[in-house]
């Protein structure tokens, strides 16, 4: 009991926060479907209650204490991550971040959230995908290392691999291609690094882009992780059936650490599935019908434990 009391415990959040768009026009990307005048209506109103939705997920995550890292995916830019954390739910829970500046032409890229008391930034990069013949520009890798209060040292990479949209045999390539690029990046660390790969792959964990992944040696931490409140079976809902395609991947020699996993379920962040029965994430729009919800996926919640 005393040795748990004197760990450094460290809770990391990784989240497909379902198209956090501003409500501003980038003219070097295609984002008009997010303003005002588009079709889905996208109002400044509807922007901040879905910036407060969002961090209220991250404060349900863990009872009592903010977790320490929050891995976000689809985040349209730099405006949007200053008014998450400090004009919204989130303003008083002191985090700071690093993201991506990709070349997705949507404009969707990737983020880490860190508490400045729990996990202190060395240095940072942001590793970019060549497109294969035919395909679109997709999202930078954010890599990040710092160090955490047991002294210990962590390489964080957030991913959000290409989509399925076109088909998942023709678009495989696609996403093999972003997993071998951070192998790529692993490889090159030393031999014993404490490293975390979190994010949406867009894929399964028998995929083959996972399987690669798994092969070079990494392991998937969160493979059978289930709702923490009994309701959800994987991150994310299609068609009536629970899937997961965010994942958490770890190096072994960090596997010892983990001292739980579970997606976070609470009932405000799912509705009933009136089509296919049980419940579904209760996800922003439904279409192109609005529906005042959270995100069409649930967070990924992992919890460290150093000694």
Not at 145 to 172: C, M, N, W
């Amino acid at each position: 009991m005393l040795s748990l009391l004197l760990a450094s415990w460290l809770t990391l959040v990784e989240l497909n926060c379902e198209n956090l768009f501003d409500c501003r026009h980038d003219t070097l990307k295609q984002d008009t479907e997010w303003l005002p005048a588009s079709v889905r209506k996208w109002t400044p109103a509807r922007y901040w209650r879905k910036l407060n939705y969002i961090g209220q997920e991250i404060l349900s995550c863990q009872e009592s204490v903010l977790p320490d890292l929050v891995a976000l995916v689809e985040v349209e830019n730099d405006s949007c991550l200053y008014d998450l954390t400090r004009r919204s739910l989130l303003r008083n829970a002191g985090y700071e971040y690093l993201m991506t500046e990709s070349p997705d032409v949507r404009g969707i890229d990737v983020a880490l959230l860190y508490q400045p008391f729990s996990f202190r930034p060395i240095c940072y990069d942001c590793l970019d995908i060549q497109p294969l013949a035919g395909m679109r520009p997709t999202r930078d890798i954010l890599y990040v290392q710092g160090e955490i209060i047991s002294g210990d040292t962590l390489h964080i990479f957030v991913v959000h691999a290409p989509s399925r949209y076109g088909g998942e045999k023709a678009t495989r390539p696609n996403r093999r291609l972003v997993a071998r690029r951070l192998m790529d990046a692993v490889s090159q660390l030393p031999a014993d690094a404490k490293v975390i790969v979190a994010g949406d792959f867009n894929d399964y964990a028998d995929s083959p882009a996972l399987q690669e992944l798994e092969a070079s040696g990494l392991r998937n931490a969160t493979r059978e992780t289930k709702g923490l409140h009994g309701k959800a079976k994987g991150t994310y809902r299609y068609e009536g059936r629970w899937q997961t395609i965010d994942h958490v991947l770890l190096s072994p020699i960090l596997c010892d650490f983990v001292a739980q996993t579970y997606i976070n379920d609470p009932p405000f962040l799912l509705e009933e599935d009136k089509k296919y029965g049980g419940f579904k994430p209760f996800r922003t729009f439904n279409g192109l019908r609005y529906q005042r919800g959270f995100s069409d996926h649930l967070p990924l919640v992992v919890r460290f434990c150093f000694p």
